[in-house]
């Protein structure tokens, strides 16, 4: 029996709000983990040293609600090294082109015990069986990376954020798979261009499309309701769920 354990770590964007953090997922694989993007607060739902244990983070984009806490985990690395409780380095992956001195100040900080790695459309790299792959869907309002994670038994894609511009590469790349991962900023309410940010009807159309078995909504705005992007994606898809803080989602086969 395989298994792999998410963990949603923040689920809205831009700030924090209550007990909501800015954007991360936890993913739990034989043991080891991979952490999807280092929003703001997600450091406070994880459990420290046990979790840098054998830790993989990936950065999708250099937007500061992606890798806002990042700072505060290299800085715990950094200690937890020098008290001896950590003796393997975190590795950290980062977009390879830098945008903004993001990337520069990132990977300068020496108080953080730490290799980096780059990302790009060609880049892969393998968690035991489970491969994680990447493509920039090129429609956000910069480089930014969609995640595969793949073996023979799941296929499971996080989107990071992303607007429905090249809509049917999307599909292609999200194709069959057990679980999307979707942000979904807007509702169709707000009336905004979908075209770098999605609508949560435009994610159940994308799960739809995609033949996905389940979707995860997430990157809400904090201010509203979950539940009214649960009721427009499912005007498209009726397997999907609203990303919760903590709220455990296990695959198994
Ligand atoms: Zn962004
Ligand atoms: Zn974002």
Redesign the pocket.
Known sequence: MSKIIITPLGTI?PYTKGNMNCPGFLVEYNNKKIILDCGNGITRLLNFPSDLKDLNVII??Y?K??FGDLGALQYASYVYHNLGLLDKKIKIYLPKNDIGFNKASITSNNESYSDYYDIDNSCSFLIDDLDITFEDNNS???E?YMVKLQNENFKIVYT??IGTTNFSKLVDFCKDADLIICESSFLQKHNANSK??MTAYDAGILASKSNAQKLLLTHFWPEEDKRLYLEEAKQNFKNVEVAEESKKLILRR
């Open positions: 964007s999708t984009h937007h609600d992606h956000h309002t910069i930014s990071s954020d770098t940010h």
